[in-house]
């Protein structure tokens, strides 16, 4: 029969797919985040230090001098995660001066003591933490394995600490703060900590302060907590963010003064984010020929977004000093800096970074219970396959269950652009929950005559969002990532990166495009998947900036294309797909390398620290991370899974065997996931997670493909009609309900 129908051409959704994956692919490597700014330059830099302070308590300021002041400066959110999820005062202060994420030691409780000692300076002594204390912090900065060097911009430049908060007392003092502002000895000058004899966070006597740390090229004010600035216990909430906003009021009004901003910079951010539940952190830079716009960096390529080791490299950048080495984090630049910018032009940037720490926290709320109600589905999606296969239940709301987890992380990533943050986290649970509901009962009704078209569609619409604009929705959607964990900020998180995989071998699989179909051109099933796994290495590899991902897509795809299309599977053929993923990210490196420094993704930089010899400690950290998930209580039931699966395969029972005869491309599809499933657990270090979540996934998919191909029909779970199928697909006879399971 001619692919052209009678009387008209008939629609080869093949065909129509590979338009879709080539529009898809064209739309991601021309969204690729890649934002480039403008560097900043200053004589000097005076860093403000605002503890707990968030975006949506400077929206609600009641400080007119701190509202100024974000109304002319450059914005951002700053991510306040250091090495192991430590936000406490030390790790904060550490990670800033080593530039490179850290953490404290857990007897440290945040305190950090110092001594005063003599100094060079005339008439004048230094402090000094406490040796074992100091050794302790930096023995843990080497066990991170991030390669940070607390006290790197001490030891790079002058720094002077003015903490108003804290006094000096009989040669003792007790600030974790000095951790930002001390060399790699530990060691902070006490001429240039300037700080009042009393302790009382007075104007006066901050102005005394800036005075006498007038020629210090950087200058770092520390700010009253909440409990310091009201004298009392600590608050919480708006009466918190009020008290302690009214009495920064003329502290930051009297550093706004003293710095002329037409030849130096004035660097606000939060010092630690102590809120419940934990939120994004404030970065707001005044400086030279910058009056406006957004601040990125090439740790997150991603506008308005930075992190915590981004601090001290931009630091040493405006003043025209390049960052030591071991410094990992990457000097901020300003995107549309305008010194001019208009009323509404600020109103709208600040909406925007408001908008930005409202969504992270309600992500971050919802995303447990969005998993959960999902888990909670794939044990009913279990339950209703076994009720149907053996105690005859209907099997139509089992099969709308299938699709409806199918329809999940379609709709969060769908959702992904809307204003969601106002509905709070149960709304968006809901909105999730309920879309997915009506996406998966569509898809159910496509399937009354073919009962393969509704999965076919779900999953390559799940793809192909994902390919064409999972880059720049990862951080709004729930199955992206969190900007307040500050794993990463652009291109495919591991989540990203195991729905587009998944979702491609299912197409392959469901969609029968290793087989010939007379409704459609030769050659196009085999093209159709040719295009759209080559189409998912290129944009997870090359615009998701994902290792783990080429050296886990590729082999994957590779034996899927052997699998789907019936060619024997040699060992020189996964060889070879081993050899091919590290070519790719090779050339992925190379490429990303060739950008400049500033828009180079981690890939890149990754690249440059191995090609440098300090790379080392980034590989093997990222190894103890994944090798740390095979040894969690869960992981037992997920080495089980896998083996009971290979098992399955290798020795499939009769009735497995029934139902690959009315669905012969279940064994491939179990052969490609189960190695995309060890490839996904041994390259990324999110290890073992990724099989589980794999597990998850193949769940609704392998209840779905038993009901639809494998002879049940409602209210009928006849052996015999299973049987007589299964005699007729191989030859055998036998009853399949006496094989063994």
Known sequence: MSWRAPGRRALCWKVVLIGAVIAATAVALLTAPHPAGDDVAAGRVVVLLAPDLAWDCVDRAASPALTELVDHAALGSLSMQTAGGDTSPVAVAATISAGARTSDTPEGAGTLPLTAVPSNTVGAEDYRVEPNRWAALTRRAGDAGYGARPGALGSSTEVALIDAAVPGSDGHRDDPTAAMAVDLDGVLSKRSVGVPGDGTATASGLAGALDATADIPVVMVALPAASDATGGARASGADRCDAQTRAWDPLIARVRSHVDTHRQALLLISSTTHTDPERLGVVALAAPDVGGGVLSTASTNAERFVTLPDVAPTILRALGEDPPAEMTGQPMTVIGADAGADAATVAA?????????ERAVVRDAAFPDVVA??????VAILLGCFAVTRLRFRRTPVEMLCLWSMSVPLVSFVVAPLEWQRWGSWGLWTVVVLGAMVVGGVAWWTTRRRPWVGVVTVMTATWLVLAAVGNVVQMSAIFGYSPIDGGRFAGFGNQAFLLLGWSALVICAVGRL?????S????????????????????????????????????????AW????????RWRVILGAVVAAAAAVVAAALIDLSRPAEERTHLGRLADRLLNGSGRDVLERKVATMASTFVQLWAPVMVIAVGFFIWRLVRPSTRSLAIEAADPSLRPLGIAALTFAVLSALTNDS???????????????????????????????????????????TGSVGSVGSAGS
């Open 373 to 378: 109600a999902w888990a909670v589905l794939a």
């Open 349 to 357: 940037t600040r909406r925007a970074v408001v908008d930005d720490g």
């Open 520 to 559: 459609c051109p030769a050659g196009s099933g085999p093209a159709a998947m040719a295009g759209l796994l080559v189409a998912g290495v290129i944009v997870d590899g090359f615009v998701g900036a994902d290792v783990g991902g080429l050296l886990a897509l590729i082999p994957t795809s590779v034996v």
């Open 514 to 518: 290793g087989e010939p179909d007379r």
């Open 687 to 729: 290890g073992l997670r990724m099989t589980a979540a794999l597990v998850g996934l193949g769940v609704a998919h392998a209840c779905w493909s038993t009901l639809a191909e494998g002879g049940y029909r409602d209210g009928d779970a006849s052996e015999d009609d299973r049987a007589a199928q299964f005699t007729a697909a």
């Open 562 to 569: 052997y699998v789907f299309t019936g060619r024997p599977l």
